[in-house]
């Protein structure tokens, strides 16, 4: 009886190894579909990206520089200052004007023979006029003289300012190109965790029809799935805003896809970051800029200042006055007039002592400007130095521990066919992978975006 039992139970153990085994290699069946199926999916996405054109980064700030934006506005504020200086060099040349006027005066109404004209100031009855006048200042106070040297720093300055909006429009497009190409790259990353949720709500269905598992492990595994594919419409928002928001910088519409590099091809090179020292933050173009508004500042002063002196014009004017365009009364009555005045400034109530101290305070404003700027610009250059070389540290770091996230999910799936270890063991070494290389390409994200505030920051 004893050995009909046992014969019994090995033959139901044989049974039940048969099917577990069975429902085993249905399930290693399932999860190499899955993985092939995720790449042929990846590799098909791949052939789309690369049929695509890939813009890069200095394709994307060449389209930017010929689309409306601060730098051309920039650049029209540079050639307005530029048409200043030709009004400042023209004020010193001569005003030309012709004045032909006729002028009736009736005659007298007082009587007399023969009858004058009516009003004390008339030549005649019918006056005739021609005249070419030549009119301008004499820079006795060095007002136009202080204009012109003020203009040509405001010229200055407005170029300088013109590559500062440069400068900025390359650094928006730079920080754009990047958190697309992150963007991007969590997308990836959250596909893959999608299709790791689904390969494991398969299986544990598998498990769960066998009655290896309890019902409640496959509501846990659904649970993962939505919150896998959450993580996944995340990560597309997040893509298209900061699509859109490249295109809206390089002029693409924006129902046209844009593809941008790898970040994976954009790795640090060793001693990059400790080429750059501060001592070039002097070269940016802010100071020159910063230099030419303090001049222009000082002309205003002078402006100022010789509105209270006295100031010399002249009228030249050439051609006849007459009562009559006969020839004979004509040449009678050619002429040149020469005027020559000074106005001298007596009283205006304090407005140009009032305009002058406003000009200084104007300077000092700049100079103190200057100072906050100098501070803020060492400041940006030792933070985003910092940052560089954190993101370094990590690249390094997340390198290693990614050969070692791959080492653990080959075992992983070597265990799982062993049967020595469950579905979710998979899972897990499949999604620790996709974390250690969305941290890479966050810590090559942080680099690159430190590496362009840091030349920005010195001046290139």
Same mark, same amino acid.
Do not use: C, W
């Given at each position: 009886?004893?050995?009909?039992?046992?014969?019994?139970?090995? #033959?139901?153990?044989?049974?039940?190894?048969?099917?577990?085994?069975?429902?085993?290699?249905?399930?290693?069946?399932?999860?190499?579909?899955?993985?092939?199926?995720?790449?042929?999916?990846?590799?098909?996405?791949?052939?789309?990206?690369?049929?695509?054109?890939?813009?890069?980064?200095?394709?994307?700030?060449?389209?930017?520089?010929?689309?409306?934006?601060? =730098? $051309?506005?920039?650049?029209?504020?540079?050639?307005?200052?530029?048409?200043?200086?030709?009004?400042?060099?023209?004020?010193?040349?001569?005003?030309?004007?012709?004045?032909?006027?006729?002028?009736?005066?009736?005659?007298?109404?007082?009587?007399?023979?023969?009858?004058?004209?009516?009003?004390?100031?008339?030549?005649?009855?019918?006056?005739?006029?021609?005249?070419?006048?030549?009119?301008?200042?004499?820079?006795?106070?060095?007002?136009?003289?202080?204009?012109?040297?003020?203009?040509?720093?405001?010229? %200055?300055?407005?170029?300088?300012?013109?590559?500062? %909006?440069?400068?900025?429009?390359?650094?928006?497009?730079?920080?754009?190109?990047?958190?697309?190409?992150?963007?991007?790259?969590?997308?990836?990353?959250?596909?893959?965790?999608?299709?790791?949720?689904?390969?494991?709500?398969?299986?544990?269905?598998?498990?769960?029809?066998?009655?290896?598992?309890?019902?409640?492990?496959?509501?846990?595994?659904?649970?993962?799935?939505?919150? *896998?594919?959450?993580?996944?419409?995340?990560?597309?928002?997040?893509?298209?805003?900061?699509?859109?928001?490249?295109? =809206?910088?390089?002029?693409?519409?924006?129902?046209?896809?844009?593809?941008?590099?790898?970040?994976?091809?954009?790795?640090?090179?060793?001693?990059?970051?400790? *080429?750059?020292?501060?001592?070039?933050?002097?070269?940016?173009?802010?100071?020159?800029?910063?230099?030419?508004?303090?001049r222009a500042a000082e002309q205003d002063? $002078?402006? %100022?200042?010789?509105?209270?002196?006295?100031?010399?014009?002249?009228?030249?004017?050439?051609? =006849?006055?007459?009562?009559?365009?006969?020839?004979?009364?004509? $040449?009678?009555?050619?002429?040149?007039?020469?005027?020559?005045?000074?106005?001298?400034?007596?009283?205006?109530?304090?407005?140009t002592r009032s305009r002058e101290t406003?000009?200084?305070? $104007?300077?000092?404003?700049?100079?103190?400007?200057?100072?906050?700027?100098?501070?803020?610009?060492?400041?940006?250059?030792?933070?985003?130095?910092?940052?560089?070389?954190?993101?370094?540290?990590?690249?390094?770091?997340?390198?290693?521990?990614?050969?070692?996230?791959?080492?653990?999910?080959?075992?992983?799936?070597?265990?799982?066919?062993?049967?020595?270890?469950?579905?979710?063991?998979?899972?897990? %070494?499949?999604?620790?992978?996709?974390?250690?290389?969305?941290?890479?390409? #966050?810590?090559?994200?942080?680099?690159?975006?430190?590496?362009?505030?840091?030349?920005?920051?010195?001046?290139?």
């Amino acid at each position: 009886m004893r050995a009909e039992n046992d014969r019994l139970f090995d #033959k139901q153990k044989f049974v039940n190894d048969y099917i577990v085994n069975d429902l085993r290699r249905k399930a290693i069946v399932v999860l190499v579909s899955h993985v092939f199926a995720f790449g042929a999916a990846r590799f098909v996405a791949g052939q789309a990206v690369s049929a695509q054109h890939v813009l890069t980064i200095a394709e994307a700030v060449d389209l930017a520089l010929n689309q409306a934006s601060k =730098f $051309k506005t920039a650049q029209i504020n540079e050639r307005i200052a530029a048409e200043d200086i030709k009004q400042a060099r023209a004020a010193y040349l001569p005003k030309v004007a012709v004045q032909p006027n006729y002028i009736y005066n009736s005659p007298s109404l007082g009587g007399g023979n023969p009858r004058p004209p009516s009003f004390i100031g008339a030549n005649a009855i019918t006056e005739y006029q021609g005249l070419v006048t030549a009119s301008g200042e004499i820079d006795s106070s060095g007002k136009l003289s202080a204009t012109l040297r003020r203009n040509q720093a405001l010229l %200055a300055a407005a170029r300088a300012g013109s590559e500062v %909006a440069r400068r900025d429009l390359i650094q928006a497009v730079n920080d754009a190109y990047f958190n697309l190409e992150l963007s991007v790259a969590k997308r990836r990353g959250a596909e893959t965790n999608l299709a790791a949720a689904q390969e494991f709500e398969n299986n544990t269905k598998l498990n769960v029809d066998a009655g290896e598992v309890a019902p409640v492990d496959l509501v846990r595994a659904r649970l993962q799935t939505a919150a *896998r594919q959450d993580e996944l419409e995340q990560a597309k928002a997040e893509e298209t805003v900061n699509a859109d928001a490249l295109r =809206f910088l390089i002029g693409y519409d924006f129902s046209r896809p844009v593809a941008v590099t790898d970040l994976l091809t954009q790795t640090p090179v060793n001693g990059e970051i400790d *080429r750059y020292t501060e001592t070039t933050i002097s070269t940016r173009p802010e100071f020159a800029q910063f230099e030419a508004e303090r001049r222009a500042a000082e002309q205003d002063v $002078k402006i %100022a200042r010789a509105d209270r002196r006295p100031q010399l014009t002249y009228s030249t004017s050439t051609g =006849f006055v007459s009562d009559s365009l006969s020839p004979v009364r004509l $040449k009678n009555h050619l002429g040149v007039q020469i005027t020559v005045g000074v106005s001298i400034p007596i009283f205006d109530a304090g407005a140009t002592r009032s305009r002058e101290t406003q000009a200084r305070l $104007k300077l000092q404003q700049g100079e103190i400007e200057r100072e906050l700027a100098a501070r803020q610009f060492r400041n940006d250059f030792f933070a985003a130095k910092a940052q560089a070389e954190s993101a370094a540290i990590r690249i390094k770091q997340i390198g290693a521990t990614i050969v070692d996230a791959e080492q653990n999910l080959n075992a992983s799936l070597a265990r799982y066919k062993a049967g020595e270890a469950g579905i979710i063991e998979v899972t897990d %070494a499949q999604n620790l992978l996709v974390t250690q290389r969305q941290a890479l390409y #966050k810590a090559i994200f942080d680099y690159q975006s430190a590496r362009a505030h840091l030349l920005r920051a010195i001046g290139q």
